[in-house]
């Protein structure tokens, strides 16, 4: 129960275009992957689309596994060089481990796209290439959003809430004279419903 005045035409807000293109690229996605596995099978047997799928799944746990111990032994060394007192020094190779291991990811998920998407991810120039284009969308993104405050955003958000849910609560002052964490004792009118 709200005790604001209603809005007459309670205005909707835009979808995002990636929230409208994104449902209907992984249907597009599926049926290529399907379409794919069907033609392979037309072209030798069955084993060998099972077969595909095996490598895909063992390779991609390799990959997975070998970019973890990496990244985990990368993380131990730094965590004893900073506990020696020695500043870390930056490894040339220590920053390909995140899309090596969504690499081993697209080769473990079954299908033909996938896999090859997986594997141009194991190549290093295209790590390279794939992380500076990341990295350089992260910080524009960044750039953008820093234009206002958190607290600004955060007023944002509550503000333009669609649902228009009230929580319903209880102030507590502080009164004068009564030291803190002291409430008053006497009890509390129910609140309404």
């Keep these: 129960m709200t005790t604001g005045a209603q809005t007459p035409n309670p ?34 047997n069955g084993l060998v689309v099972f077969l595909v799928l095996l490598a895909g799944l063992v390779l991609g746990s390799v ?12 993380l131990t060394e730094t965590l ?9 020094e930056p490894r040339p190779n220590s920053e ?32 390279k290439a794939v992380s500076r284009h990341a990295e350089r969308t992260f910080e524009r993104k960044l750039r953008e959003a820093a234009q206002g405050s958190l607290g600004g955003a955060f007023q944002q958000v509550r503000i333009h809430r669609p649902d228009g849910k009230v929580v319903q609560g209880e102030v507590i002052r502080d009164e004068r004279g009564t030291p803190p964490g002291d409430f008053p004792q006497e009890p509390r009118p129910p609140l309404p419903r």
């Excluded at 995140?98 to 998407?117: E, K, Q, T």
Aim: aromatic fraction near 4%.
């Design 11 to 44: 205005v909707r807000p835009r979808r995002s275009r990636l929230r409208t293109v994104l449902p209907l690229g992984v249907a597009a996605w599926l049926v290529l992957e399907i379409w794919l596995l069907t033609v392979l099978a037309g072209a030798s």
């Design 63 to 74: 990959v997975i596994k070998r970019a973890g111990r990496r990244a985990f032994k990368n």
């Design 80 to 88: 004893q060089q900073q506990q020696g007192g020695v500043l870390p």
């Design 96 to 127: 390909g481990n995140g899309l090596m291991m969504l690499g081993g990811l697209l080769l473990i998920i079954p299908g033909l796209v996938s896999d090859a998407a997986g594997l141009l991810l194991l190549v290093p120039p295209v790590q």
